[in-house]
């Protein structure tokens, strides 16, 4: 098991984004490879802060994680949610000999991509298996990926000498920023790939078969790795995460593996006891109401709610009673009730009832 990702930041659970932030730049920044060449420790120590930052800087990974303890497993909106831009503000004006100062043209990792997919109620309870379109983007064919047309090559770029930066004398420190002219990759295309235009990848619409099981929460991700946008420069691509979405349900709501519904049931029917048909998510159900059961009182219907997820069995469908009131009542129907309250009465009222005596 990794380890917990606050404390391989050194930071409290209920840090804020600029303590994490904070926290990330002073380990990056001690561990970077380019700082340590050739020492594993340092390597691995900076994948792992990597990871954790990773994390604990997306509001919806670091939730999952405070819940589950775990990285959320790899619908309708898309989203792009890639790292690319992960270390640009860390190491925003490291000075010359940093990490920046040494860019080469190299392959990337594709972005990770978000959609949205949203399910019934009871699509969830059975679990489904449906389609998905998503347009990402994908390695061009044509060049493979490179940029670069046949028989054309990557050039070393003469604004930076291959760098990947320019740098200027502010006072007594010289800053490195990014060269302009080739975006920090250290290279120029002279002879771009006709079909992308030089960019390596094409955007295009890719139809993928998503497999929700039974029991997924509501807002819940699946990771499917390698759906995400193609790499640059033969880069591989980058994962997609596909966080379900259930709709309301017209009658029942969700709680943990448990259902909820009202059911109004009559005077009679509460004081004299009844057995009545409700319904389920599959269907309906013969349901017993005990002589005397009170308004506001649960009843349930023991494994009729969701699956669990992670473990055996099914949750309860669970009715709150609810007193129905007869807005008017036939001749017949007054009568009986009359009678029942003057019985009442003789038997010392409602009140004496109500309050025990």
């Known amino acids: 098991m990794p380890r917990d990702y606050y404390e391989v930041l050194g930071v409290s659970r209920d840090a804020s984004e600029a303590e994490l932030k904070k926290a990330f730049r002073q380990l990056a920044m001690k561990y970077h490879p380019d700082r340590n060449p050739g020492s594993a420790e340092a390597e691995s120590r900076f994948k792992e802060i990597s990871e954790a930052y990773g994390i604990l800087s997306d509001s919806e990974k670091r939730a999952h994680y405070d819940r589950f303890g775990t990285v959320a497993p790899g619908a309708g909106g898309f989203t792009d949610v890639g790292f690319g831009t992960l270390f640009e503000d860390i190491f925003e004006g490291f000075f010359a000999g940093g990490a920046r100062g040494r860019a080469r043209a190299r392959a990337v990792r594709g972005e990770d991509l978000q959609y949205e997919l949203k399910i019934t ?13 998503i347009p990402r983007l994908e390695t061009c064919e044509a060049c493979g990926g490179s940029g670069v047309e046949s028989g054309g090559r990557r050039e070393t770029c003469p604004t930076c000498q291959g760098r990947g930066e320019v740098r200027f004398t502010q006072g007594f420190l010289t800053v490195g920023r990014t060269c302009p002219r080739c975006g920090g990759e250290g290279e120029i295309v002279t002879n771009p790939c006709k079909t992308c235009r030089g960019e390596g990848r094409g955007r295009r619409e890719r139809v993928l078969q998503v497999k929700i099981p039974p029991g997924i929460e509501d807002g819940m991700p699946m990771r499917l790795t390698g759906e995400g946008a193609g790499g640059l420069r033969g880069g591989p691509p980058g994962d997609l995460y596909v966080v379900v979405r259930v709709q309301e349900h017209e009658r029942f709501a969700r709680r ?85 309250d003057r019985a009442m009465q003789d038997e010392g009222g409602w009140v004496k009832k109500i309050l025990g005596g």
């Open 121 to 133: 109620l009871a699509e969830a309870a059975s679990g489904v298996e449906t389609k998905i379109q």
């Open 256 to 340: 943990d593996a448990d259902l909820y519904a009202e059911l109004p049931l009559t005077f009679p029917q509460l004081a004299l006891g009844a057995e009545v048909e409700v319904p389920t998510l599959d269907g309906t159900g013969k349901l017993k109401v005990p002589p005397g059961t009170q308004p506001g009182q649960v009843l349930r219907l023991r494994g009729k709610g969701m699956p669990h997820l992670r473990g055996r069995g099914h949750g309860d469908a669970c009715y709150q009673v609810v007193l129905e009131v007869p807005s008017k009542l036939t001749a017949k129907q007054r009568e009986a009730l009359e009678a029942f």
